[in-house]
């Protein structure tokens, strides 16, 4: 998780908030990229 990590180290990132690790997690996970390719029809 070092992108995330450094998402969250970045001057102006609050201690212990980690929405920007949560939305990282979530645009990198299996799951949304297979609604888009199978369910969506965007090319691989």
Known sequence: ????????AKP???AGITAEAD???ALLSPGLYLL????R????
């Open 12 to 14: 102006g990132a609050q």
């Open 23 to 25: 939305i990282l997690l």
């Open 41 to 44: 029809g965007w090319p691989s």
């Open 36 to 39: 888009f390719v199978r369910e």
């Open 1 to 8: 998780m070092a992108a995330a990590e450094a998402l969250v």
